[in-house]
């Protein structure tokens, strides 16, 4: 593994090299200046790893992750579609430097013993809370309009 502990912070960073394949690097972001995912942090995160795509073959990009660069490239302060362009035209070979936070183990560390994480996906907890608050405001500007 290409990775290393922040100090204090309880982050994990790793560069992952992945190969686009015919359907692209096999994964959605989500986040940007103009969508933010999690409040108060424009950073561009791993929204989806698609089956049998480039990242899923790999392993080692998981849902959740912040992508910090892309080829050396910085995705701070960018807006989604801008962050969307640079993936697709970030050619063949591809280098990610991506963000992890770590979570606590019960037991030895790096065995479980079952083979599962023992925890959701940061995704599987923020989407659906930023799907509902979504359709809230959707339903009071239309109710608005009404009036």
């Given at each position: 593994?290409?990775?290393?502990?922040?100090?204090?912070?309880?982050?994990?960073?790793?560069?992952?090299?992945?190969?686009?394949?015919?359907?692209?690097?096999?994964?959605?972001?989500?986040?940007?200046?103009?969508?933010?995912?999690?409040?108060?942090?424009?950073?561009?995160?791993?929204?989806?790893?698609?089956?049998?795509?480039?990242?899923?073959?790999?392993?080692?990009?998981?849902?959740?992750?912040?992508?910090?660069?892309?080829?050396?490239?910085?995705?701070?302060?960018?807006?989604?579609?801008?962050?969307?362009?640079?993936?697709?035209?970030?050619?063949?070979?591809?280098?990610?430097?991506?963000?992890?936070?770590?979570?606590p183990?019960n037991?030895?560390?790096?065995?479980?013993?079952?083979?599962?994480?023992?925890?959701?996906?940061?995704?599987?907890?923020?989407?659906?809370?930023?799907?509902?608050?979504a359709?809230?405001?959707?339903?009071?500007?239309?109710?608005?309009?009404?009036?």
């Amino acid at each position: 593994m290409n990775g290393s502990v922040a100090a204090g912070g309880g982050l994990a960073e790793e560069v992952i090299r992945l190969t686009r394949r015919p359907s692209g690097l096999g994964f959605n972001i989500v986040g940007g200046t103009d969508q933010q995912y999690v409040s108060n942090d424009s950073s561009i995160y791993v929204s989806r790893i698609k089956k049998d795509g480039a990242a899923y073959l790999d392993g080692r990009l998981q849902e959740g992750d912040k992508i910090v660069a892309i080829n050396g490239r910085d995705l701070k302060d960018l807006r989604h579609m801008d962050a969307v362009e640079l993936f697709r035209n970030a050619g063949y070979d591809v280098s990610l430097k991506i963000q992890r936070r770590l979570q606590p183990q019960n037991g030895p560390v790096g065995h479980r013993g079952d083979g599962d994480s023992g925890g959701l996906p940061l995704a599987a907890v923020l989407v659906p809370g930023l799907a509902l608050a979504a359709a809230a405001v959707w339903i009071l500007l239309r109710y608005r309009q009404r009036m």
